[in-house]
C-alpha cells in the first residue's frame, strides 16, 4: 500500500483534504506530520489515521512514496525540493511559489528525478468547469472571481486568490504554452493607498481566441463565473454549483444534484484521487502538467511586476 505523508494540518487541510483522505484508507496509509502534539492527537481521532510525526526528519524516516504540502506558501520551495530529492512525488498547495525561477527550478528537479510535482488547482477538477470545457475550443474565455470589501495585499492577493481565475481561464481556453507565448498580453491592478489590491485583471488575445480573468476584492458580492462562448453558444458556470447553457433556441440551467459532495463539487476530491492513482501507476501523467502550472505562475509574475 502506498505511504503518502500530509504536512500542514490547518484550515485548508482540514477542511478539504482530511475528509477526502480519510475515504482512501484502503489506498494509501496517510501519514500526518505537524509540530503541535494536540491537533495531531485530535485530528487522528477525528478521522481515523493511525500514524503520525512531529517532524519533517521523522515523516523522511517513514519513507513515504508521496507528501502532500498545505504549509505557508514562504516555505513550499524547500520543503518541494527536500521531499524530491528524497524520492517523493509532491503535492503542493497553489502556488508553488511566489519566484517564478525557483517553480521553473523545482519543475526541472521533479522531472529530472521522475517524480511527480503537482500543484493543487483543485478549479480545474470541479464537476461542472469540467463539464463545460470539454469539447470544442471556446472563442472566448472570461474568468471571474469577486468579493466583498476584502483587504489583502496586491502581491498577496494575486498569488493566493487571483491564481485560481488565471489557471481556470487557461485551462478551459485549452490554450498551449505556444500560444500563450504568440498572445497579446495586457494586464491591469489597481490598488488602494495602504497598498491593497483592489482590482486586478489579465487579457490575452490571439488570432482565434481571447482569454480575460478579473478578480474584484471590492465587488459587494462573493461570487465566481466562468463564461464560455462558442459559434453554437454561450455556457456559464456560477459560483461552481449552477450551469446555464444559452442557445438561439433559449437558456437551460442546470444545478449540482443535492447528493453530490461539496468537496466533489469543488474539484478537491478528484483532483486528490487523481494525484494518488498517478503516483500508484509508474509513468502515468501529472494530473496538473507542469506546462500548464507554469503558464499560470508566468502570468501571475508578469501581472505583478506590471504593478
Given at each position: ?38 491537533k495531531l492527537n485530535q485530528l487522528q481521532a477525528r478521522y ?260
Open positions: 500500500m502506498l505511504k503518502i505523508g500530509v504536512i500542514g494540518l490547518g484550515n485548508i487541510a482540514q477542511k478539504a483534504y482530511l475528509p477526502v483522505m480519510a475515504g482512501l484508507r484502503d489506498q494509501a496509509q496517510w501519514l500526518l506530520c505537524t509540530r503541535d502534539e494536540v481515523g489515521f493511525t500514524q503520525a510525526v512531529t517532524t519533517v526528519a521523522a515523516l523522511l524516516a517513514l519513507q513515504p512514496d508521496a507528501v502532500f504540502i498545505h504549509t505557508p506558501t514562504a516555505t513550499h520551495g524547500a520543503l518541494i525540493r527536500q521531499f524530491l530529492l528524497a524520492g517523493c512525488h509532491v503535492y503542493v498547495d497553489k502556488p508553488v511559489s511566489t519566484d517564478l525561477a525557483e517553480v521553473q527550478s523545482l519543475y526541472a528537479l521533479a522531472a529530472a528525478r521522475g517524480l511527480l510535482l503537482t500543484c493543487g488547482f483543485n478549479r480545474r477538477f470541479a464537476s461542472l468547469n469540467v463539464q463545460v470545457s470539454a469539447g470544442v475550443r471556446p472563442t472566448m474565455v472570461r474568468a471571474e472571481k469577486n468579493r466583498i470589501a476584502t483587504a489583502q495585499p496586491v502581491d498577496f492577493a494575486i498569488f493566493d486568490l487571483f491564481t485560481h481565475v488565471i489557471d481556470t481561464a487557461l485551462t478551459s481556453a485549452q490554450i498551449s504554452p505556444a500560444e500563450l507565448t504568440a498572445s497579446t498580453r495586457k494586464f491591469q491592478v489597481v490598488a488602494d493607498q495602504a497598498g491593497n489590491l483592489r482590482q486586478a485583471g489579465i487579457v490575452l488575445t490571439s488570432a482565434t481566441q481571447s482569454i480575460s480573468a478579473w478578480l474584484d476584492m471590492q465587488a459587494g458580492v462573493d461570487q465566481e463565473t466562468l463564461t464560455l462562448h462558442r459559434p453554437t453558444g454561450i455556457s456559464c458556470v456560477r459560483d461552481l454549483q449552477q450551469l446555464t447553457v444559452s442557445t438561439s433556441a433559449g437558456a437551460l440551467t442546470q444545478s449540482l444534484p443535492s447528493w453530490q459532495p461539496m468537496l466533489t463539487a469543488r474539484g478537491f476530491a478528484p483532483l486528490i484521487q487523481a494525484f494518488v492513482n498517478a503516483i500508484a501507476t509508474p509513468g502515468a501523467s501529472n494530473p496538473v502538467s507542469s506546462a500548464s502550472s507554469l503558464m499560470t505562475h508566468e502570468l501571475c509574475t508578469e501581472l505583478l511586476a506590471s504593478y
